[in-house]
């Protein structure tokens, strides 16, 4: 697929899709190593060291930069990707949506199936549902997409916003964890893992429906920042870039510093209210950086060739983190979760999927054109 209206494709989203993915395990790796793993995630959040540590400060900063910021970092790129496809068909006289439908109906059965095998906070399934959403309403007016764009993120800021007062009005004592929950993912077998989610999925499916509206939005703004020329390696998508910088983390940064200080009854308006600010400045910085790399090094590469294969990047160091984390392969959750380093250990784990995954990938790329659930989807799609 090409990025550019001229079918050239542009590099740098090569390199955002890298970082969203490597970025969105910045965050999920602390599900895989809880107790409980995403059912204790979901009830009682993360466990953070003891404050006052030098682990404890590396966690909270870990997951300051990472939490939130990387899900909407990849949920703009999807909205790109949709804009890519439109393109494509209109130059090629192609009816809209057309053939892209039978694309988001794909996307949600691989979305389906990951959440079912493999990891509960699946976003593929509600990236899907959006993508048809958006992709009609690309053949709307600019000013229409304009006034859903915003009427989107108005919504989602308020529901947001109810939320977290509902939070901190609430007596706080909650639901304790279930020790079943933990036994299972510390001992029990894949199956009735899987059977788990299954019983649980009403539950461990509310991201994207509580989020439907910001899905929308961030959709929304990259069909526009695409169109604005955001991604060129021209002039233009230089200036676009430096602004994106200074506005995104130029906000984004002290709102998300002045939620994370509220406390956690306010983690909703630092996941979702902050960080889509930061995701932003994420793209401007990146492509700040990337502007400025005369030869890239062994990191743009991997991140470049990560972010080819994003589908099977994103499955696939989620399939690994369960295969060292859970009681159905090394078991690392358990064995480590008592350890006075147990920080440094996480941020190890995150560290070596990474190197896994960009190297693997280049390997691969080197063999074949499209990673192995691109080229499966490919090779669907063809039928």
């Known amino acids: 697929m090409t990025d550019h209206p001229t079918g050239r494709r542009l590099p740098l989203l090569d390199v955002l899709r890298g970082a969203a993915i490597l970025g969105t395990l910045m965050t999920n790796i602390w599900i895989f190593t809880a107790p409980g793993a995403e059912w204790g995630v979901l009830r009682s959040g993360t466990a953070q060291a003891p404050s006052g540590s030098a682990a404890a400060v590396a966690e909270r900063v870990f997951r300051f930069l990472a939490d939130g910021k990387f899900l909407s970092l990849l949920t703009i790129l999807f909205g790109v990707g949709l804009a890519i496809q439109y393109g494509s068909a209109e130059r090629r006289g192609q009816p809209w949506p057309g ?3 039978w694309r988001a109906l794909f996307l949600f059965a691989e979305g389906t199936v990951h959440f079912v095998l493999v990891f509960a906070w699946d976003v593929l399934m509600g990236y899907a549902v959006t993508a048809l959403c958006v992709a009609w309403l690309l053949t709307r007016s600019e000013r229409a997409r304009r006034r859903v764009m915003w009427w989107t993120a108005g919504a989602h800021l308020t529901v947001m916003t109810l939320l977290t007062a509902a939070l901190a ?4 004592s909650g639901e304790p964890l279930s020790p079943r ?3 299972l993912y510390a001992h029990g077998g894949y199956l009735d893992q899987v059977a788990f989610r299954l019983e649980n999925a009403v539950a461990l499916r509310l991201e994207p429906v509580l989020t439907f509206f910001l899905l929308v939005f961030l959709f929304l703004l990259g069909v526009r920042l695409y169109r604005a020329g955001a991604f060129g390696a021209d002039a233009t998508g230089r200036r676009v870039r430096v602004r994106l910088a200074g506005w995104g983390l130029g906000l984004g940064v002290p709102a998300g510093a002045a939620v994370a200080l509220a406390g956690p009854d306010f983690f909703l308006l630092g996941r979702y ?5 930061m ?3 994420y793209i401007g910085l990146i492509g700040v950086l990337v502007d400025r790399v005369r030869r890239p090094g ?10 080819r294969t994003a589908l099977s990047g994103y499955v696939a160091q989620n399939v690994l983190c369960v295969l060292l984390s859970y009681g159905v392969g090394l078991g690392l959750a358990e ?3 008592d350890e006075p380093g147990r920080p440094w250990w996480v941020m190890g784990l995150w560290a070596a999927v990474c190197a896994v995954l960009m190297a693997g990938s280049a390997l691969w790329l080197r063999r074949f054109p499209a990673g192995p659930l691109e080229a499966a989807q490919k090779w669907a799609l063809r039928r």
């Open 181 to 183: 929950a933990v036994d």
């Open 298 to 307: 062994p990191v743009l590469s991997g991140l470049t060739s990560v972010g």
């Open 169 to 172: 009005t609430a007596d706080g």
């Open 273 to 277: 209210g902050a960080a889509p600010l």
């Open 335 to 337: 064995r480590l979760w």
């Open 99 to 101: 053939r892209y439908t």
């Open 279 to 281: 995701a932003v400045g």
